[in-house]
């Protein structure tokens, strides 16, 4: 029996990144936030890796830029109603979600904006967890929508802009900081820009705070077999598919 990937919802979030909602059931039913999947829309396209920021009533919902053949190629020639040719997952492991306390979550691109709501909607309903989020955007035009934003699903929320054109002004470093200060925090989840991520690293680790971050790589076949999303961790070689 054939299964249809059927878009369901299809919308701008802003003029760089899209939304784009795929029915597929067995998906939705055992994907937990840390899972990708990987879409194929055509039997000659790429395999291409995304983030998935929700899944509900048989449905998974990702946030995606305007970057790349594929990614182009979805916003521009498939519409609600089209199917997709494949969606394969939910590939990687699931972060873990327990008791940890105060917990930060923090992103600044659209890969860590997907991520970053369904960790914040999980974790939040742990008991002992006073869950922070924190979105950091360009401008107040870049800024996501109200509805998919981690606001509605978390305890605390704070919104940046680079320009202080919305929310506070500055990045999600500089919320963040003052929180450590305060003692605010127990552990720490972020999403993004590799850059950013590396200055998170050194901002909490004088602070002797857990950190964890989504490292994103080069990566074709998703079950590592071909070797190409290598990355070093703490000396020793990871793939970013499946030991991510």
């Known amino acids: 029996m054939s299964v249809e990937f059927k878009i369901t919802d299809k919308r ?6 899209y939304l784009i909602e795929v029915e597929t059931r067995h998906i939705a039913e055992r994907w937990k936030p840390g899972n990708f999947v990987i879409l ?13 920021q929700k899944a509900e009533d048989g449905r998974i919902s990702m946030f995606i830029k305007k970057l790349g053949k594929t990614s182009i190629e979805l916003y521009e020639k498939y519409q609600v109603g089209d199917c997709i040719d494949h969606v394969i997952g939910p590939l990687g492991n699931p972060a873990e979600l327990k008791r940890y306390g105060n917990i930060v979550l923090a992103s ?3 890969c860590g904006h997907a ?3 369904g960790m914040t909607k999980s974790l939040s309903t742990i008991d002992g967890n006073h869950v922070i989020s924190i979105q950091s955007f360009p401008n107040k035009n870049e800024v996501y929508p109200r509805d998919v934003l981690a606001e509605s699903v978390c305890h605390e929320y704070y919104l940046t802009t680079l320009d202080g054109s919305y ?15 305060k003692g605010r925090v127990d552990i720490v989840f972020a999403g993004g820009d590799i850059a950013k991520l590396r200055d998170l690293a050194n901002l909490t680790k004088p602070y ?9 790589q080069i990566m074709v076949d998703g079950t590592g077999m071909c070797g190409s999303c290598r990355v070093l961790v703490d000396g020793e070689m990871k793939l970013t598919c499946i030991d991510g």
């Open 167 to 181: 929310g506070l002004e500055g990045h999600y470093l500089d919320v963040l900081r003052k929180l450590l200060d």
């Open 40 to 52: 194929l829309l055509h039997p000659n396209g790429e395999r291409v890796p995304m983030s998935v």
């Open 115 to 117: 991520e970053n709501y």
């Open 208 to 216: 002797g705070i857990p950190t964890y971050v989504t490292v994103r």
């Open 108 to 110: 600044d691109l659209v």
């Open 12 to 17: 701008d979030l802003n003029s760089e990144d």
